[in-house]
T-cell receptor, first 112, second 114 residues
């Protein structure tokens, strides 16, 4: 049973515009949510996270929004840059778990 | 340099071969993980080691055999694999498995089983 879902396998955005990547989850016990970014031939790297007690966390061009009632989170990148082109993974964690639960990833392409 | 090094980067093996994947972390972390990434699937946890002890085996077939001789090294021994085992195998580490952020991943080993 997939507990973290990213329903859009790909997204294309013009440089300078906003990129919005979406993630849904099914387990209301998750305490923490993270976004990872992955370039080809590299491992995923941590990007930004949010605690379940917050609804927004911002770090430079990256903002993550959490809607607990909808079990939905999103990553906003503004303005998008060509270097942002990568696969973005949403992940979730709950207390007592040994591991993170990952989504399938969304490939973002930022067009110059 | 990510602090987590995986070798080899690419591996092609026959179904009757025996090979091993290696992971080494230089971050002083206590927990290490093996994940499998197949096309169009989420990253799948395979094994978790905490202070060299295996704390999670996520129903992985016995043809995958992990080994953790110390907190800095993790191996995945492979034998009699199937073509569907072809995937990217990622190693990760963290300070401890209960920490809710900060996995550091290696670059992965791209495995092809022929």
């Amino acid at each position: 049973d997939q507990q973290v879902k990213q329903n859009s396998p790909s997204l294309s955005v013009q440089e300078g515009r906003i990129s919005i990547l979406n993630c849904d989850y099914t387990n209301s016990m998750f305490d923490y949510f993270l976004w990872y970014k992955k370039y080809p031939a590299e491992g995923p790297t941590f990007l930004i996270s949010i605690s379940s007690i917050k609804d927004k966390n911002e770090d430079g061009r990256f903002t993550v929004f959490l809607n607990k009632s909808a079990k939905h989170l999103s990553l906003h990148i503004v303005p998008s840059q060509p270097g942002d082109s990568a696969v973005y993974f949403c992940a979730a964690w709950r207390s007592g778990a040994n591991n993170l639960f990952f989504g399938t990833g969304t490939r973002l392409t930022v067009i110059p | 340099e990510t602090g987590v090094t995986q070798t080899p980067r690419h591996l092609v093996m026959g179904m009757t071969n025996k090979k091993s994947l290696k992971c080494e972390q230089h971050l002083g972390h206590n927990a290490m993980y093996w994940y499998k990434q197949s096309a169009k699937k989420p990253l799948e946890l395979m094994f978790v080691y905490n202070f060299k002890e295996q704390t999670e085996n996520n129903s992985v077939p016995s043809r995958f055999s992990p080994e953790c001789p110390n907190s800095s090294h993790l191996f995945l021994h492979l034998h009699t694999l199937q073509p569907e085992d072809s995937a990217l195998y990622l190693c990760a580490s963290s300070q401890d498995p209960g920490l809710n952020y900060g996995y550091t991943f290696g670059s992965g080993t791209r495995l092809t089983v022929v």
